[in-house]
């Protein structure tokens, strides 16, 4: 089926009740099926969040009645409370069903936008509306490939980033987005905060991406749902015109798991002073002879890597590892 997907760029306030009330606005107005809110949007990005288990919960359980009633669904930034205390940015995709939520994967650990005070999740997480299949991520997910590449290997019809990004890293995203909707042959939809928040100034630019990675909808900076139509006809003409997902070599493992030896082999690599030379014929057997050397190129050399036949002589080490 169609369906109306609106990107909700609006200001969070702090309390989930003020939100909540938002959220109500929106759906009220009747301009989308699904409804796309921002990273932490439920209680405000960078707002403490002592005391508000609770209140989150009873506003989820309040989105969850309007979508049930409404035949809606809402993707909502928000923080999830674990029973053992610990906490998580989640992304909950709430449809008349049932609720899915996505915890951020890849959490910043730099600058302003380091997250402390958050667990990183362990998995992807893929969501339905009437058929139509979601693929979730939040913000800083979105420069990590793998989790959208493999939410559209799973079948994913819509990918999803909710973001607060700040003004300074609008470049990057900018350039990244229309990538992930074109590498993927999948529509992208990415929803930014606005306005200041946690001392920082978010730009909006929230925007949604067709399968061919052109701009099918944008909020700009403004207060406003920009809505977008999914249409499946469209998805599966990109796909005849761009196979990637289907010549994707999923006979590869692209990220192997190491072996005991080959973690036993990477403990024991040999160590030395780059003013030290070592007598590559003392070098253990095991090593010998298909073995990558990492010169120091502090002695003059021009590459980082050389082959190393065995028993080559002396040459000035910086440690020695195999290649997997």
Not at 19 to 27: D, F, S, Y
Not at 182 to 206: D, K, Q
Not at 217 to 222: E, I, N, V, Y
């Amino acid at each position: 089926m169609n369906a109306r997907i609106g990107l909700c760029q609006m200001p969070a306030a702090p309390t989930p009740e003020a939100n909540l009330g938002t959220v109500r606005k929106i759906l009220a107005r009747d301009e989308a099926d699904v409804h796309i809110f921002p990273e932490m949007f439920l209680t405000g990005y960078g707002y403490p969040l002592e005391g508000k288990d609770m209140r989150v919960e009873l506003a989820m359980g309040e989105i969850s009645k309007i979508c049930e009633r409404e035949d809606r669904a809402v993707a909502i930034g928000m923080p999830r409370f674990s029973p053992d205390g610990r906490v998580y940015n989640s992304l909950a995709f709430v449809s008349p069903d049932v609720t899915v939520c996505y915890d951020k994967a890849h959490l910043a650990q730099f600058g302003p936008y380091a997250e402390p005070e958050f667990t990183a999740g362990s998995g992807p997480a893929m969501a339905e509306y009437h058929g139509i299949r979601f693929g979730l991520s939040v913000c800083y997910d979105v420069f990590f490939p793998e989790i959208l590449h493999g939410n559209s290997l799973r079948g994913a019809d819509v990918n999803i980033c909710v973001a607060a990004s700040a003004a300074g890293s609008k470049p990057y995203f900018d350039r990244v987005a229309a990538a992930r909707a074109l590498e993927n042959v999948t529509y992208f939809a990415f929803v930014n905060n606005i306005g200041p928040l946690s001392g920082l100034m978010m730009h909006g630019c929230s925007r949604a991406y067709g399968p061919l990675g052109d701009i099918v909808a944008d909020c700009g900076t403004k207060l406003r749902e920009a809505v977008f139509e999914f249409d499946p006809a469209e998805l599966a003409r990109a796909r005849k015109v761009r196979h990637h997902l289907d010549d994707f070599r999923k006979d590869i493992a692209w990220l192997p798991e190491r072996s005991a030896h080959q973690a036993r082999f990477s403990e024991a690599a040999v160590q030395c002073r780059p003013a030290d030379a070592q007598d590559v014929r003392h070098l253990p057997r095991s090593i010998s002879p298909r073995v990558d050397v990492q010169l120091d190129l502090a002695e003059g050399l021009d590459a980082d890597f050389l082959p190393l036949p065995a028993h080559a002589g002396r040459v000035r080490l910086l440690r020695i590892l195999r290649l997997v």
